[in-house]
Nanobody, 121 residues
Framework: QVQLVESGGGLVQPGGSLRLSCAAS????????MNWYRQAPGKERELVAG????????NYADSVKGRFTISRDNAKNTVYLQMNSLKPEDTAVYYC??????????????WGKGTLVTVSS
């Protein structure tokens, strides 16, 4: 069984920073892409940032470019999201997503339960 557990969310003032972490555990054979999504109240879930497994290529939503940085530690099966210059519109539940293969199944997507980020003064 695979689990993705996010941490690092919380309340922060505009202009502040947070670092989210997501650790994957279980019978994991290998992990391809790892991504962060977010869903604000009343809005659809959107891709925030993604990172590949091989060369570590990254992609970002236009709204977070230059402010957020995604990274990963393959040895720890962990992905991070460093969020700087936070804005009230960044308020959302942030979800970790990973495409991975277990010892008994082929590659498929897994989701964490999310961590709430609130940007407010």
């Amino acid at each position: 069984q695979v689990q993705l557990v996010e941490s690092g969310g919380g309340l922060v003032q505009p202009g502040g920073s947070l670092r989210l972490s997501c650790a994957a555990s279980g019978s994991i054979f290998s992990i391809n892409a790892m991504n962060w999504y977010r869903q604000a109240p009343g809005k659809e879930r959107e891709l925030v940032a993604g990172i590949t497994s091989g060369d570590g290529s990254t992609n970002y939503a236009d709204s977070v470019k230059g402010r957020f940085t995604i990274s990963r530690d393959n040895a720890k099966n962990t992905v991070y999201l460093q969020m700087n210059s936070l804005k009230p519109e960044d308020t959302a539940v942030y979800y970790c997503n990973a495409e991975l293969r277990t010892v008994s199944t082929w590659y498929r997507g897994y989701w964490g339960k999310g961590t709430l980020v609130t940007v407010s003064s």
